[in-house]
Structure formats: structure tokens, C-alpha cells
């Protein structure tokens, strides 16, 4: 487990790469739970016409995760998931899931009720998504992972289709009532991702 705190986009992905290239069978897994300053990050699928419609200075990043568009800020908890998909035993589908779940059952602790969408992954409340989930698997381990809203703006979603969705909601923890503190959430969002891999 690494608590990395406020960390920039660039650097944290080409270390999770590095991490996976160089692992070997025996490699721990690790969980990265951090945030970054404002950047926009579009998946391999990614496609321009779901990008920034304007130039509001936040700089666009093309990954090697799947899925759209999607943006991370300051007040967004992030947790990349590095795993050995093929010791765990486990699938993207099933992991996927698990993912979504942590975040559902963290959202449940507040009595707040959200789910998924298996059209369009990722964790919701009501119409309005709340989490983002992406990941990239190289020789059987994976990297990237999922993002969730807490405190963070909510405005630089708007410039953009998010996940490639137009008009698409977006929303956040303190929006539904949730006083907890980012470094809380991040605790509990780490226990259900454990339990969730276990």
C-alpha cells in the first residue's frame, strides 16, 4: 500500500509502467492511492471529438488505459490496482466488477445507493456518475485503476464528454451529503478494495 498524496499525471503513469514491466512472479502487488493536479487523460479508444471544447489550460494526456476521456484533479481520490492478474486468478470483467463494488459498498456505509452500468463501466448515483474506471493489462498484470469524486471542481467535466458520453452528470461525494475527510474515504475505499481481492 503507497499513499503518494498530490503526485503528477506523467511521472505516477510512467512509474506504474515501469512497475509492471520489470515485475516477476513473485512481485508483490501494490495499491497506489494519491491525487493529481489538473490534467485530462483520454484512453486508447479515446476520440477528439469527446475533448476539451475549449482551451482552459488543462493539459490533455493519451493513455494506454482503456476507455474515453475523462479528467482528475485536486479532491479526487485516485487508486491504481498493480496486480498479477494470472496469480490472482481473476479476469478484467470480474476485476472490473470488484472495482465498482468497492466503491458501492463505500458509498453504502453512508446509506447512499449507487451501481454500475455494464454498457458504460463505472459507479453511479442515480443518472449522475460518481467514479471513473480504467485499466491496462501487460503480460497478465495490470495498472491504472479507478477515480473518485469527493471534494473536486466539477467544472472542468464540463468542457469535455466524460468517458465519451455527452451531457453526461457528474457527480461527487460532498454533493450527497458525505462530511468525511478525503484521507477517510481513502481508508475505507482501501479496506473494500482489499476485501473485494481477497
Known sequence: MRRLGLVPYVPTWARMREFTATRGA???DELWLLEHPPVYTAGIAGRPEHWPRTDNGIPVVRVDRGGQITYHGPGQLVAYLL????????GVRP????????VIDLLADYGIAAHG???APGVYTGTAKIAALGLRVRNGCCYHGLALNVDVALEPFG???PCGYPGLEVTRTRDL????????LGERL???????LQ
Not at 482501501?190 to 473485494?196: A, G, Q, V
Open 117 to 119: 452500468r455494464a454498457e
Open 26 to 28: 513473485d512481485t508483490p
Open 95 to 102: 476485476l472490473v466488477r470488484r472495482m465498482e463494488q468497492a
Open 190 to 196: 482501501i479496506r473494500h478494495i482489499r476485501t473485494l
Open 177 to 184: 451529503g458525505i462530511t468525511d475527510s478525503r484521507r477517510q
Open 159 to 161: 468542457a469535455i464528454d
Open 83 to 90: 496486480l498479477d492478474m494470472r496469480r490472482r486468478g481473476i
